[in-house]
């Protein structure tokens, strides 16, 4: 039969088409939360969830964990039904969908009727479908809302030590921690780019002094409740995840991350995905961080 792609609308609904998932359903659209909470990919087989985790909901400011997540879930469905988010109207939005259809390499394209979408050049064409219209904007996010509160409730807490993972998505861990005379939050070096975290503001004679001494050429400061609130989600060495949460504060000095998540504890992490959407403790969403810029 072949896989069958849906490319999402706001205006429509794939939800009737959902339950037609022959050898199981695979939905990319990180803003959905009709299986679990939102910022993953989802895979379901037999009733049975797998997932992946987005971090964000947006896919293009997440587009690796997005190419990933569209090859780890539907290696081994090659009839499933795959939903696409929505490709927004900008032209990287619509050359990142393209290519994750190309990825998938479908014997179908769906787009729903009315939609226009039919009209961009989706590898082998797309075929128009009569849709119902989809749920109001604020129903959605009540929905997400009351995901992220059904997450919190079964969720308890980790302290992560930066030290001993490997962290994925963000600035944060990717150089070589170092010590700076003065300064009492983290540190650490990566090409020409010295990144502290803490909640000092440093004087242009200190951060003269730290660029020289870890011959570096920019600094970055990024302070410590910039990260609280961010998902995140637990991984074992080869990337699978297994506990999906949000970090409540990052101590700087200690290097660690005190997470709730649906993690068992002890948890072994071995990768902690960092996500750029924050969560309020409430439930609610309060915007996203620039790729990269934590």
Not at 5 to 33: K, N, Q, T
Not at 193 to 198: D, R
């Amino acid at each position: 039969m072949g896989r069958t792609v849906l490319i999402g609308s706001p205006a429509w609904s794939w939800r009737e088409w959902e339950h037609d998932g022959g050898s199981g359903l695979v939905c990319l659209d990180p803003l959905s939360a009709d299986h679990g909470p939102a910022c993953r990919a989802v895979a379901i087989v037999d009733g049975r969830p797998a997932w992946s985790f987005i971090g964000s909901l947006d896919p293009v400011r997440q587009p690796v964990r997005t190419m990933e997540a569209a090859v780890s879930l539907t290696s081994a469905l090659p009839d499933a039904i795959v939903e696409l988010p929505c490709p927004r109207e900008t032209p990287l939005a619509r050359q990142f969908a393209m290519a994750v259809c190309r990825i998938l390499r479908p014997e179908r394209i769906l787009v729903p009727l009315g939609s226009g979408l039919e009209a961009l050049g989706w590898p082998i064409g797309a075929e128009t479908v009569v849709c119902p219209p989809a749920l109001p904007q604020m129903v959605c996010e009540a929905q997400r809302r009351a995901r992220w509160i059904e997450m919190a409730d079964h969720s308890v807490e980790h302290a992560v030590d930066v030290a001993s993972v490997q962290v994925d998505g963000a600035r944060l861990g990717s150089g070589r921690r170092i010590d700076l005379e003065g300064w009492d939050g983290w540190a650490e070096h990566l090409g020409p780019v010295l990144m502290i975290v803490g909640d000092l503001e440093p004087s242009p004679k200190e951060v003269a002094r730290w660029l020289d001494h870890a011959h570096a050429q920019k600094l970055v400061h990024v302070r410590a409740q910039e990260y609280e609130g961010l998902v995140c989600s637990f991984a074992g060495q080869e990337g699978e995840d297994f506990g999906i949460g949000s970090v409540v504060r990052f101590r700087a000095a200690d290097g660690v991350f005190d997470v709730r998540s649906t993690a068992v504890a002890p948890a072994p992490v071995r990768i902690l995905k960092l996500g750029s959407l924050h969560l309020l403790p409430n439930g609610r969403e309060a915007g996203e961080s620039k790729p990269w810029s934590l």
